[in-house]
Every structure is written in structure tokens, then in C-alpha cells.
């Protein structure tokens, strides 16, 4: 049964802003997935993430590249963690992980020229 309480799973990987960047910063490769919606993305986002809304994440799994690792971000983190979840019910085998705070977090301790909204 699907929990839509928005509680996230205690289970799931995440990873703060500040630590996301220093593994950019440092060349890891990292694959960014933006489940926001078209018109949050065009407003904010995150240098490089690829957007890929969260009601066609499933749809859309074949583009998420499983051999990488891949942070998930949306405004704050309950849409991210709905995704995860719902890739790796769908059968996603790959290394995905939440942007714990979302690009809020990212606007305000990475790149505060990212607007808030």
C-alpha cells in the first residue's frame, strides 16, 4: 500500500548540499535527476541536473543511467524521495540517493544565486 503521508524512508540513501557539491567539485561523476516540474526547473535549477518530472520518472527510467551514481532533487525533498522509491519498486537497479532539503538547501548553502521560491 503506498504511504502518502510524505514520511521518507529512513532507509534511503541522501546526501546533503554541501556534500553533493564537494563530490562535484572533486569530478566524481554523478548523474543529477530534477523530478521538479518544467516550470520550477525553468525558474531554479541546478547546473547539469537533467529534468525528469516525477509523474514520468517510470516512464522515463530507461534515461537514468543505472552505472552511475545518481542524486535525486525536487524543491525539498519529499517529491525526490517519492521517486526514489517508486524507481526502485519499478525495478531500477541503480545507486540512487536523496537530496536531503532539495535546491532549497542547494540555493542556501552552495549557490545562493539560485532563486528560492
Not at 21 to 39: C, H, M, Y
Not at 73 to 78: A, F, M
Not at 91 to 111: C, H, K, P, R, Y
Amino acid at each position: 500500500m503506498e504511504d502518502l503521508s510524505g514520511s521518507v524512508n529512513v532507509n534511503m540513501k541522501a546526501i546533503t548540499a554541501k556534500e553533493l557539491n564537494e563530490k562535484l567539485q572533486a569530478g566524481e561523476d554523478i548523474q543529477l535527476i530534477d523530478v521538479r516540474e518544467p516550470d520550477e526547473n525553468a525558474f531554479a535549477k541546478i547546473e547539469g541536473a537533467k529534468l525528469i518530472p516525477l509523474a514520468q520518472v517510470i516512464s522515463r527510467m530507461n534515461e537514468i543511467d543505472a552505472a552511475r551514481d545518481t542524486v535525486v532533487h525536487c524543491k525539498g525533498g519529499v517529491r525526490s524521495a517519492k521517486a526514489i522509491e517508486a524507481l526502485q519498486q519499478a525495478g531500477f537497479s541503480g545507486e540512487l540517493t536523496n537530496l536531503t532539503g532539495g535546491i532549497t538547501a542547494w540555493s542556501n548553502d552552495v549557490d545562493p544565486s539560485i532563486p528560492k521560491y
